[in-house]
């Protein structure tokens, strides 16, 4: 997962720990989080300040869409499986 500038263009951080693709990425309501879902069945939580995983969900085989709640409270994904 890598974080832009968007002003620039310019690639600002890698955040490591996936070991397969990944599907999907989004910022928390509040942009101090990225939530990430992989084909190596991990669905992860990222501090971008820290630029560490600082959560590692359980998720479901097939997860492909991530995304946060407005408020920021609840994550919903999309599976393959149902």
Request: charged letters at 25%; glycine letters at 8%.
């Amino acid at each position: 997962v890598r974080l832009w500038r968007s002003s620039s263009g310019e690639a600002v951080a890698t955040l490591l720990g996936h070991s397969g693709d990944v599907y999907d990425c989004c910022f928390s309501p509040d942009d101090q989080f990225v939530l990430s879902c992989s084909h190596d069945d991990s669905l992860r939580v990222w501090s971008v300040a820290e630029r560490l995983c600082v959560r590692r969900l359980a998720r479901s085989a097939g997860t492909f869409r991530c995304c946060w709640s407005g408020d920021g409270s609840r994550i919903v994904t999309a599976d393959w499986d149902r």
